[in-house]
């Protein structure tokens, strides 16, 4: 009899140890999404409250319908740059309308396997994407640290004190979270005048209610919305599946980049029927989670349900928590993100000069654009184009004529594609080979159109000049292509 899947399939593995962890760690991000969701809702164009709302539904509901375990999907910058230019010309009826046509793109997407897309990122691609997100945390910050009064200062530093020492007297419970109970406690009882949550904007006092997106259900609509609507469903499912890998890598656990995608638009759909203005994973959030110890969607579900229960329930205690405790966690945050290794001399020395190039220039146009997945794209376009050079130079041609001086038979070993097969057809002796040519390709792999056009174009120079040319040691591959494409390429001319 099949068993019925679970919506947290990791329930049967929670002891009250890892429930408290769970639960204690969804604590923690759900006070640190707070002025994260208020600050891309003021990105976006709309009302604060719409960017909590969508933080809360897209935290429950990916944690219900499969998301990757332990990684957060709540509103995010790159999702509120996408959709902002819409809001502000035709307002928040449009926007909602985004977000739920782009979640059916993400459903579509993620159904046709596009998370398989993934396997083709590069290693120096992830890496400069981890560096530029923790630069990326890190500059977030900046702006809360200045023009601010004096006393900030030493209260940030005495945060990140509290969570390095912290973990060293107690593990019990999560140091970011004693830093902020500790930080907020200071600055309440001293009447400490310095910015806090409440002054990002007013937190809801209610729930969100289901309906419909207000905009005129035509072809016309459909049209206006479609192009945003992708580059919502493309930036979201980038940013989530290249999260959803780190946390793989940090856990050494494996997660089905399918289902996180389907879930990530079933998720935008139900936001945006609440009314929210979507969202993706959050890359901070999420390492925060998994730094404190998360591994399960328990802390996911939390996360949202705390965010809701925080600012309904307790708004003007949370309104009260300074920035600075806030800011003292996100900066850790980058810090331990960040992959020092891949920046010490040593590494560097022995690294391909190819490969830091690539990490440097994913790194660069991320923190340019402040856009997560136009950095993955161009890194990636970069080191395609790497190693197409440096593999265009591992096909070789040996020739070997016959002692009797009546046969030349040409060797070519490597890997015969666009690139490499380019000068080909010089590296033959067409006017001084006798009569009878052998082109060997034993040791050779052809792999597209433009190699067997190459060897036609070999074959065609010397029948030119009356010699025969005889093609030998395809493997089958390379013999199927051959045959089906060679002499079909040139059009008769």
């Given at each position: 009899?099949?068993?019925?899947?679970?919506?947290?399939?990791?329930?049967?593995?929670?002891?009250?140890?890892?429930?408290?962890?769970?639960?204690?760690?969804?604590?923690?991000?759900?006070?640190?999404?707070?002025?994260?969701?208020?600050?891309?809702?003021?990105?976006?164009?709309?009302?604060?409250?719409?960017?909590?709302?969508?933080?809360?539904?897209?935290?429950?509901?990916?944690?219900?319908?499969?998301?990757?375990?332990?990684?957060?999907?709540?509103?995010?910058?790159?999702?509120?740059?996408?959709?902002?230019?819409?809001?502000?010309?035709?307002?928040?009826?449009?926007?909602?309308?985004?977000?739920?046509?782009?979640?059916?793109?993400?459903?579509?997407?993620?159904?046709?396997?596009?998370?398989?897309?993934?396997?083709?990122?590069?290693?120096?691609?992830?890496?400069?994407?981890?560096?530029?997100?923790?630069?990326?945390?890190?500059?977030?910050?900046?702006?809360?640290?200045?023009?601010?009064?004096?006393?900030?200062?030493?209260?940030?530093?005495?945060?990140?004190?509290?969570?390095?020492?912290?973990?060293?007297?107690?593990?019990?419970?999560?140091?970011?979270?004693?830093?902020?109970?500790?930080?907020?406690?200071?600055?309440?009882?001293?009447?400490?005048?310095?910015?806090?949550?409440?002054?990002?904007?007013?937190?809801?006092?209610?729930?969100?209610?289901?309906?419909?997106?207000?905009?005129?259900?035509?072809?016309?609509?459909?049209?206006?919305?479609?192009?945003?609507?992708?580059?919502?469903?493309?930036?979201?499912?980038?940013?989530?599946?290249?999260?959803?890998?780190?946390?793989?890598?940090?856990?050494?656990?494996?997660?089905?980049?399918?289902?996180?995608?389907?879930?990530?638009?079933?998720?935008?759909?139900?936001?945006?029927?609440?009314?929210?203005?979507?969202?993706?994973?959050?890359?901070?959030?999420?390492?925060?989670?998994?730094?404190?110890?998360?591994?399960?969607?328990?802390?996911?579900?939390?996360?949202?349900?705390?965010?809701?229960?925080?600012?309904?329930?307790?708004?003007?205690?949370?309104?009260?928590?300074?920035?600075?405790?806030?800011?003292?966690?996100?900066?850790?945050?980058?810090?331990?993100?960040?992959?020092?290794?891949?920046?010490?001399?040593?590494?560097?020395?022995?690294?391909?000069?190819?490969?830091?190039?690539?990490?440097?220039?994913?790194?660069?146009?991320?923190?340019?654009?402040?856009?997560?997945?136009?950095?993955?794209?161009?890194?990636?376009?970069?080191?395609?184009?790497?190693?197409?050079?440096?593999?265009?130079?591992?096909?070789?041609?040996?020739?070997?004529?016959?002692?009797d001086g009546e046969q030349v038979?040409?060797?070519?070993?490597?890997?015969?594609?666009?690139?490499?097969?380019?000068?080909?057809?010089?590296?033959?002796?067409?006017?001084?080979?006798?009569?009878?040519?052998?082109?060997?390709?034993?040791?050779?792999?052809?792999?597209?159109?433009?190699?067997?056009?190459?060897?036609?174009?070999?074959?065609?120079?010397?029948?030119?000049?009356?010699?025969?040319?005889?093609?030998?040691?395809?493997?089958?591959?390379?013999?199927?292509?051959h045959s089906t494409l060679a002499?079909?390429?040139?059009?008769?001319?």
């Amino acid at each position: 009899m099949a068993t019925r899947r679970l919506p947290f399939p990791d329930l049967r593995h929670l002891t009250p140890r890892v429930l408290r962890t769970e639960l204690l760690s969804g604590l923690v991000v759900a006070l640190a999404l707070i002025p994260e969701a208020i600050s891309f809702s003021i990105i976006a164009g709309v009302d604060p409250s719409i960017g909590l709302f969508a933080s809360f539904t897209m935290a429950v509901v990916i944690s219900v319908v499969g998301g990757r375990s332990a990684m957060i999907s709540a509103a995010t910058g790159a999702i509120a740059l996408v959709v902002a230019p819409l809001a502000r010309e035709y307002g928040l009826g449009h926007l909602v309308a985004v977000v739920i046509l782009g979640g059916v793109f993400q459903v579509v997407l993620g159904a046709l396997g596009v998370a398989k897309l993934m396997r083709f990122v590069p290693r120096s691609v992830m890496v400069g994407f981890v560096n530029a997100l923790a630069i990326l945390i890190f500059m977030a910050q900046v702006p809360e640290l200045t023009g601010v009064p004096w006393v900030v200062y030493p209260l940030v530093i005495g945060g990140l004190a509290l969570m390095v020492f912290f973990p060293r007297v107690s593990t019990v419970v999560p140091a970011p979270l004693v830093s902020i109970a500790v930080l907020t406690a200071i600055t309440l009882g001293a009447g400490l005048a310095v910015p806090t949550v409440g002054d990002k904007g007013v937190l809801p006092s209610s729930l969100p209610v289901p309906g419909l997106p207000d905009v005129p259900f035509t072809l016309d609509t459909l049209t206006l919305l479609a192009p945003y609507a992708i580059a919502f469903a493309l930036v979201g499912l980038m940013e989530s599946l290249m999260t959803a890998k780190l946390v793989d890598d940090i856990t050494d656990t494996r997660s089905n980049k399918t289902r996180e995608s389907i879930g990530q638009g079933i998720a935008n759909i139900v936001t945006g029927c609440f009314g929210g203005m979507g969202g993706c994973a959050m890359i901070g959030q999420t390492m925060i989670n998994v730094k404190n110890g998360a591994r399960t969607r328990v802390s996911t579900f939390a996360a949202g349900v705390f965010l809701m229960v925080l600012c309904i329930v307790f708004g003007p205690w949370v309104s009260q928590i300074p920035m600075a405790a806030l800011v003292a966690v996100m900066v850790l945050v980058s810090v331990g993100t960040f992959d020092w290794h891949s920046i010490a001399p040593a590494t560097l020395k022995r690294m391909p000069w190819g490969e830091t190039i690539v990490m440097v220039i994913t790194v660069a146009v991320v923190v340019a654009t402040h856009n997560l997945a136009v950095g993955v794209i161009v890194g990636s376009l970069v080191a395609l184009v790497i190693f197409a050079r440096r593999v265009a130079h591992l096909a070789t041609v040996t020739a070997c004529l016959d002692p009797d001086g009546e046969q030349v038979v040409y060797a070519v070993t490597g890997e015969l594609f666009f690139a490499s097969s380019n000068d080909l057809v010089y590296r033959f002796d067409y006017a001084g080979d006798p009569d009878d040519v052998v082109i060997d390709l034993t040791g050779a792999h052809i792999w597209d159109a433009s190699s067997v056009a190459a060897l036609d174009a070999v074959e065609t120079k010397y029948a030119a000049r009356g010699k025969k040319v005889t093609v030998v040691g395809l493997n089958k591959p390379s013999a199927d292509l051959h045959s089906t494409l060679a002499g079909q390429l040139t059009g008769g001319h």
